[in-house]
């Protein structure tokens, strides 16, 4: 697992753009798995940025994305479908029938979730993954305790998560309380993985994935048996790592 320390949420988005951009031009039909969160909107913006100067085709790419909430609508401003339209799919030349986004209001949410492991395993697992990280630790939905085997899954979010994301909300009582996502095992699929994380409450969340063995107790620190995982952090996201290192060596 590589670091990449940069200044700011700004460079981090600019590697992140980068790194995607050499991936759909030196393979027009690449897979590449997306997040949702604050993380990685600048990057998509920068995607966006790059298709208007340049027109970077999206033609033959598909995307899969990392979780859904169970029990909203597609459509429902909340999701994470209307998330990936509203901040990159709905600028970018992507066909809709190459976008896959687990639905979260299917009939049979288990079946949805084998459904989407099969797509996952018929492609043979993503190209590049893209990550964000909870202020748990937490990769796609996978809290803390979730077992390194599990492949996409429902899962009940925890408080902590519901809180965090409650910004995107009226309220924390209309966070929905479970989700449909790629389970650690689906992730660790993908040839490459690139974590980004940016600002002070992702720092806990970074110290814990450097320092010991992988753990359960911190599912992104699965990623250190990844043969090919970069995790691109900013000062702040790095500052408890950083600070601790430099206390071991005075
Ligand atoms: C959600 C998503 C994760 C994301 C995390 C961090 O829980 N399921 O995929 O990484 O939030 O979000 P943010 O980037 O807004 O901090």
């Given amino acids: 697992m590589k670091l990449v320390k940069v200044k700011g949420h700004e460079e981090m988005s600019e590697f992140a753009a980068n790194y995607i951009l050499d991936k759909v031009k030196s393979n027009c039909q690449v897979k590449l798995g997306l997040a949702t969160g604050g993380t990685p909107v600048r990057t998509y913006e920068m995607l966006i940025e790059d298709f208007r100067r340049n027109y970077t085709s999206y033609q033959n790419v598909s995307t899969y994305n990392l979780d859904e909430y169970v029990g909203i609508a597609p459509d429902d401003p909340n999701s994470y479908h209307s998330f990936m339209f509203k901040h990159l799919f709905d600028y970018i030349n992507i066909p809709r029938e ?93 040839k490459e993985i690139l974590l980004l994380a940016s600002g002070e409450s992702k720092a806990e969340a970074i110290y814990q994935m450097f320092t010991g063995e992988s753990s359960i107790d911190c599912p992104a620190s699965v990623l250190k048996n990844h043969p090919n995982a970069v995790v691109v952090a900013d000062e702040k996201a790095v500052s408890k790592l950083i600070a601790t290192m430099s206390m071991s060596h005075s």
Avoid: W
Avoid at 126 to 154: A, K, R
Avoid at 173 to 185: C, H, L, R, S
């Fill in 98 to 190: 190459k976008v896959y986004i687990p639905n979260g209001l299917s009939a049979d949410i288990h079946q949805e979730a084998s459904n989407y492991e099969y797509i996952i395993d018929q492609i043979g697992g993503v190209d590049l993954q893209l990550l964000g990280i909870g202020e748990n630790g937490h990769i796609g939905f996978n809290e803390p305790g979730t077992p390194f085997d599990t492949e996409t899954h429902i899962v009940t979010l925890t408080e902590s998560t519901r809180r965090a994301n409650s910004r995107y909300f009226e309220s924390v009582d209309k966070v929905p309380e479970k989700a449909i996502t790629m389970g650690i095992a689906s992730i660790l699929k993908s």
